[in-house]
């Protein structure tokens, strides 16, 4: 046996052996190295040049794929935009109730004015302003494109733009404002279209018709009836040079935000009509020396809220409407401005010491119509819209809803509960004084705000009355079934509280809350007009005891700075925990009331409450709103067991003092229903 027999066939040595002795048998290297090296880069080079023959030939197909996209997704529809884009936006004009206009949302347009009933010289203002040479290049300026590239490049900064006249209509008018790639492609190819299909002057017509001009207006007859209460056919020299110093900056250059500044815009439109040979210095002096005046349009930001309310509601209930559209509202402008000035006097005075930054009112007549909405402090720095948007928690405004269950289950403000100890499980609510109560009527454990007693009574009615209540007052939640909610712990809207407290001084008629009167188009056709329709959501003798217990929260419990001099008034205060929100939702007769004000970022204040923070606005607003009107009777509110009809803050004395003491010492009728004074078919005070 060999040495090699003892080896594994299967070991590594074995085969590295076998080689070696093969490799021994060869010819050297030399003899097969037939020019390798040449062969070898021959090869690589071919390689290279299929690699960039396959990514020549990749792009080519990329961008003809592209360009074919490009057309087919710009071009179909462009002609029928030329057609119907000024008649498929949606334009809004809001009026207030009085007929006076709020606002405008969406686009204000014009029907086209042609050419040539426009006045010469805007024509010229707008060619020396924009585009010089619009009649002699071909949708591109190469020379206007180096000129403003030189400006701005000596300015160091962007002050002129090289744009024609035909690109801005490609994209002011067909496309968005993003910056990419695509959308530039876009706008050459729109471009090439419109030069190629359109003459110079119906471009230039689509232009003058169409751009953007500020404040809402689209074109320049729209811009001159907006500013100068005339059609265009009729603006002097010096309006002519404002409105073509518009389409630059419109919001920086409107007269309607700066006059001034338009103004010297306007100067600067001149002497490029000067520079351009349009016109002679002499025949620009007079409007250098009598500039244009502008109408005055109302600047009071805080109905923007409303306005922007209006305009969804719009949406909502039109969603396939175009063209332009007057929507007369509910808004009052007395009250809209009262509402606005409490708000921010109470931020003004107390706002600061007590940490509060924002605050809300809505105010509702009976029927449902807002009278007032205030959003916010400032629409300009946040156009949030606390009043209909922000969910807050609200307090012990929530309870009368508990108390209004409690009277359909069937407890009077007369029936007695005690104050004590509650305890549910983890949860021990407490009152917000040390103070024990001991047995007191309902109405006294709601106008005190008792927070042991309100639980109670939500414990016995249940949450099924509870829930149901709210929803029937417009609650719409969802609320969770949790007795907490008795306190306020569920979060609402101001708008779904005061609504649900308008049911109560209406009778038991709780009508859903709107803005919309009717909604007309152009040609004055009546596309939509409101009808009221509210629902009984409780009996009259339940609204009239809810009234009763929610007057004597101001005639003697947590809402008494909310009283008013001369009127009776009813209504709830609420502070959430940590004292994050302070609420005052009440009415009189004519109207309900609602104020909020807290954080956006949900933290405390600095002690202010329903009491004094909210309860002090509500009154402001109250005082102001109906100043001049004579007090309406508020049923339910003094019953004639307890006082004479008289305000609850007005003091008796003399005639009244003696007629008081009259009623204390007549004899009282006793029995009546659940033990109510009176006989069953008397007709209490006030019903």
Known sequence: MSDDD?????????SQLRHAQMSRDLPPPEEFETEPKPKRASHRQAGGFARALTFVSFGITAFIVGFIALVFITLPDLKR???TAQTESLSITVLASNGDELGIRGRRTAPTVPLGEMPPYLIKAVLATEDRRFYEHNGFDPRGIARAMWTNLKSFGFVEGGSTITQQVAKNLYLDNSRTIWRKAQEALIT???ENNLTKDEILTLYLNRIYMGAGNYGMDAAARYYFGKSVRDVSLAEAAILAGLPKAPSRFSPANDLERARARANQVLDRLVDAGSLREKDVVGARENPAEVLTHSTEAGREYFIDWVAEEVRTLLPDATGRVTVRTTLDPRRQTAAEKAVE??????GKDRNVTQGALIALAPDGAVRAMVGGRSYVESQFNRAIQAKRQPGSAFKPIVYL????????????????PVSMGDWSPRNASSRNWGTVSLATALANSINTITVQVGDRVGMDRILSTAQDLGIEGPLPRNLSIALGSAEVTLLELTSAYSAFGNAGRRAAPYGIASIEAENGETLYAHQATPEQVMT???AQDMTYMLHQVIAEGTG?????SGRLAAGKTGTSQDNRDAWFIGYTGNEAAGVWFGNDDNSPTEGAAGGN???LAWRNYMTAAEQGMPAAPLPGAVRYRDAPLVSATAPRSGFFAELADLFDAAPKLEGGPSGRAGAPDFRMGGR
């Open 405 to 420: 269950a409690a009277l359909k289950s069937g407890y009077t403000p007369d029936s007695p509960v005690t104050d004590e």
């Open 192 to 194: 090439m279209w419109l």
């Open 560 to 564: 008494r700075n909310a009283a008013l």
């Open 345 to 350: 006097k109470a931020l003004a005075d107390m």
């Open 6 to 14: 003892h080896i594994d066939p299967h070991y590594p040595m074995r």
């Open 613 to 615: 923070f909210a309860a």
């Open 540 to 542: 009259r003798n339940q």
């Open 81 to 83: 935009t030329l057609e």
